[in-house]
């Protein structure tokens, strides 16, 4: 009957980039770095090392005598993916034992639901035996409280006979396929705020200075640089609220505080857009935002935006189209009619044939369609 405990901090050191420190029966570092993140590319894709100087998952499972109290060290590769319900993480690590590397598979699935619940399972192949773990996990910010049952196996299998076994086997001499539990307490903490800096005010100047002259064009490039930063800063937060479902009145809020800026705003919002060089989610923010006001004006952005490579932002792209209902918007909802992916497609065909309005003159793009504009965008 062992009950082993484990603190660990974990801070970033940059933006892809963290380094760990676990204590228990001993001091074990690790690091891990973040090389292809889902939102700019396919999945996500890291790396890491842990376990250096201390086996503290042999410790906690009690099977620290196979290696000693020192530890080389174990070094693994993973890759994650998120789709709607559930996210999928699979990983290998391999670390030295009797003079070859020991390598183990990882696989592990987790609800994606966007609540402040889920369960999970993990497994992974160790030892000739497959070692399981199932747990769930809720989160009450700034806290996440996780519990479930370790080697599940060993719950549900014993020999070849099905049941519910949570007594430890007789021969047990460590935790690995023994039926166990587990509870986690994880806590962010803030980052600190930092001091700011006392304005040290200049004694006053009494002898006379010629008046400075302010270059205009410099003046607003200055203003242009500002503007975007901010805008930058703002959608990136939007981007955070969309990413976890945060309330639809406070982004509302947000997007009509970015619109205030009247015509100078929207301009930086379309550059943003616009931009191949920014995030996918600050673009697909900055065109959501221009949607709440889209113009006839806007048509030549919609058309560049509706032939961008993102289906996000071809899909905003036919509902603002859509909203529009007027010009050459059905042509180039014609174009989205024929969209390999298929909500652009679909979300294309609905605009063309809306109840609302009666057809224009047909296009060749319109492959048989009749252009309608689309029911008013709630």
Known sequence: MRHPWAVRLETSVASR????????????????????????????????????????EKQMFGDVSKSGLVSTGRAWLGA???????????????????????VVPHLA?????????????????????????????????????????????AWILRGWSLGWHSAPPADAATGI?????W????????????????????????EPKPAATLDTQVLAAMTDAVRMRFLREELAELAVRARYSSSPFSMIILRKRILSGGPAARMSLWKIGLDT?????????????????????????????????????????AVDLGHLGAGPSFRILGQLAQDPDEAVRETAKASLVGPDKGPPEKTPADNGLSEKAPPEKK
Request: aromatic residues 8%; without cysteine; negative net charge.
């Open 109 to 153: 699935f987790e609800t994606a639901f966007h609540l402040p619940f889920s369960v999970g399972w993990e497994a992974r192949w160790e030892e000739n035996s497959l070692r399981q773990d199932v747990g769930a996990s809720l989160e009450w910010r700034p806290f996440r409280i996780s519990g479930g049952l370790s080697e599940f196996q």
């Open 277 to 317: 060089s920014v995030q996918l989610d600050e673009r697909l923010q900055a065109v959501v935002t221009l949607s709440d006001a889209v113009t006839l004006s806007d048509t030549a952005a919609l058309e560049r935006i509706a032939r961008d490579p993102a289906p996000a932002l071809r899909l905003e792209s």
């Open 177 to 181: 396929d023994n039926p166990g539990w």
């Open 183 to 206: 509870i986690s307490v994880s806590l962010d903490i803030p980052s600190f705020p930092k001091k700011e800096r006392q304005e040290i005010i200049p004694p006053p100047v009494t």
């Open 17 to 56: 980039l963290s380094m760990e420190a676990t204590l228990s029966d001993g001091i074990g570092i690790g690091t891990k770095a973040a090389l292809v993140r889902e939102a700019d590319g396919p999945l996500d894709l890291s790396l890491g090392f842990d376990e250096l100087l201390y086996p503290m």
């Open 80 to 102: 994650a993916q998120t789709w709607d319900f559930v996210r999928v993480r699979t990983a290998v690590s391999t670390e030295p034992a009797s003079g070859n590397f020991h």
